[in-house]
């Protein structure tokens, strides 16, 4: 049986961008997902690359990086599935557009406030509302950006229950490989993980085909794409933090399109509309909004070396017990396609060069919180 040097679980954009990353540093490499290609929340996700419109902070300043890495990375690799366009940012309510003001105040990146060339389209409510136009910003195609990233890589369409390790080999499924990424979103870790728990997000995406011509990406109570050239636009996504895929309830696709079409229409003022496909699914955020990066801590091997939990902030990382060539990305939220590429290369660097990895991206964050309330209870 083949031994790949690196399994890469799950195949939406962040597994996809690791296994392109590994593959281009000359890794064998294999995706492994059920479904397949950008089957799950990728695969719906509004896919706009945008930074964080907020004044400063960890998040704003780590976002602000990745969307220059990731619309360039897009641009220059994959312009096929990326159309570049301004971007406009409309507050959507007072507190919002005090952010959006401090975000004027303290970013580096080239911007406006200058809306003549997309006034028309808005809707009084939204013209009254404080905005910004980015003079660089894009929207990438979801599933076809997936898929280009994926290209050449062997892909293995099977569920992974567990991980087994032996003699320097993860057995995942019917694979073998000396290394495994965990990109599985908001779907189960396969390992035991009892201080990680991820937000669910359901969400759902319209593609419309409408007279109105979009020249921006407009954000606002939702997003709605520029005009391709045939005169489709995307507009999405919904966050439902109520809907459970995984329960009894059937998704009512018919009014969460209503709700996609008043939202953007309380900005924009399309007109011809006409719904043309649906996208749904789930996506994932940390409980502290920051992605995740990194090695996988092994909680039960960590506990057992009697470390002291109640100080456990004043213990240095490398004092923890970690599976052996296991490591995560996920936890990006809305954002997935501006971290994925970011964070994708810099877990490659990590394991072909050997660069260090952020430690305040790296899962122990959450073990820490965890097992210090354990040492508290």
Known sequence: MQIYDTAVIGAGIN????????????????????????SGGSGAAGAFISPKFTKGGPLKELLEEAYRFSLDFYTQNFPGQIQRARLLQIANSDENALRLNAFKETTTLPFSEDISD?????????KACASIVLEEGGV???????????????????????????????????????????ATGSYDFVVEMPYLKLRRVWGHRIDVKTST????SIHHHLSVSPSSDDGTVAIGATHDLRFDPFGDESYDYEAGREELLQKALKSVRLEDVEVLRDYTGLRSGSNDYLPIAGR???ASGSLARGLDLIN?????DEQFVYYPELYMINGSGGYGFVFAPYLAKQLSDHICKGQALDPELSPSRFFKRWAKKRAQA
């Open 296 to 298: 996988v801590v092994d």
């Open 213 to 216: 011509k979009v020249p921006f």
């Open 312 to 316: 456990i902030k004043k213990i240095g």
């Open 118 to 126: 997309v006034e028309p389209l808005l809707t009084p409510y939204a």
């Open 15 to 38: 597994g996809c961008s690791c296994a392109y990353f590994l593959k281009e540093a000359g890794q064998k490499v294999v995706l492994i997902d059920r479904e397949g290609i950008a």
């Open 140 to 182: 990438v195609d979801a599933q076809a950006m997936c898929k280009a990233l994926a290209a050449g890589i062997d892909l293995k369409n099977e569920q992974v229950g567990t991980l087994a390790y032996s003699d320097g080999i993860w057995q995942a499924g019917s694979v073998k490989a000396k290394r495994v990424i965990l």
